[in-house]
Nanobody
Framework: VQLVESGGGLVQAGGSLRLSCVAS????????MGWYRQGPGKQRELVAT???????NYADPVKGRFTISRDNGKNTVYLQMNSLKPEDTAVYYC???????????????WGQGTQVTVSS
């Protein structure tokens, strides 16, 4: 199973970016999916999560600015980021709880990360 992110880049403060993450491989089912980020000199932190049924959860710093969504048919999760601030600068990682075809339980998988840089 692999998770591949795309959509990162450099943007000015106040701008927008849309991140995508596609899960592929021997997938039987995907439960929750989410986005995390790690800024310079900081620990990795939760940004947003979404269940297979569409229930969402957001970290306080991004509420009202970021929107997480998913397409279950495409095994893809998105993160629409609006009103970006310099403090949003980080490597953004995709996470998914996946059951592969060889097991009966879910385990977490991570993408390789995509850099988001917001200039002031």
């Amino acid at each position: 199973v692999q998770l591949v992110e795309s959509g990162g880049g450099l943007v000015q403060a106040g701008g927008s970016l849309r991140l995508s993450c596609v899960a592929s491989g021997s997938i039987r089912a995907i439960n929750a999916m989410g986005w995390y980020r790690q800024g310079p000199g900081k620990q990795r932190e939760l940004v947003a999560t979404i269940t297979s049924g569409g229930r969402t959860n957001y970290a306080d710093p991004v509420k009202g600015r970021f929107t997480i969504s998913r397409d279950n048919g495409k095994n893809t999760v998105y993160l629409q980021m609006n009103s970006l601030k310099p403090e949003d600068t980080a490597v953004y990682y995709c996470n998914a709880d996946v059951m592969d075809v060889y097991s009966n339980g879910y385990r977490p998988y991570w993408g390789q990360g995509t850099q988001v840089t917001v200039s002031s």
